[in-house]
């Protein structure tokens, strides 16, 4: 069942069972607050067990473009498209945030985007591929780390 995330009232609604379920809703609603504000767009969020596509694609991606592999469980998952740009989000258990950022037009503006809840570790999978990770102060999340790559192949 998809659910719409509320980014005035914080909610761990699907989230629950992560050791930083607070901070990873603060990062899905950070998320929901960027789109609306930039798009207008709801950040409507399902069940991982419920789109299996979704996750597929995402894995595909990670795999293939940086042979990247997560052993975390994934909670939820998010597919849409907004203008010629195709997200898509998948949230998982210790707390990281993954978005596909795909430019329908412009091979050079794709990419995968990786987000740290507050309080949880690097992945060591991220950690072995050497990501260095920037800090953005949220008042929804706490502080969040980023890093991202740029996609080169066709998906």
Do not use: C
């Amino acid at each position: 069942m998809s659910y719409i995330v509320d980014f005035k009232n914080v909610s761990t609604v699907g989230l629950e069972s992560s050791p930083v379920a607070e901070a990873l809703a603060g990062l899905r609603a950070n998320e929901a607050r960027y789109f609306m504000n930039k798009y207008k767009h709801e950040f409507t969020v399902e069940p991982a067990s419920e789109s299996q596509e979704t996750l597929d694609y995402v894995n595909r991606v990670l795999k293939e473009e940086r042979g990247i592999e997560f052993a975390a469980n994934p909670l939820e998952t998010s597919l849409f498209q907004v203008e010629n740009i195709r997200w898509a989000f998948v949230f998982y258990e210790d707390g990281l945030g993954v978005n596909v950022l795909y430019t329908l037009d412009d091979p050079k503006k794709r990419a995968v985007g990786f987000k740290l809840s507050e309080g949880m570790e690097v992945p060591k999978e991220l950690e072995e591929k050497k990501f260095k990770f920037a800090r953005q102060k949220s008042k929804l999340a706490g502080t969040i780390r980023g890093s991202f790559f740029v996609i080169k192949g066709e998906y």
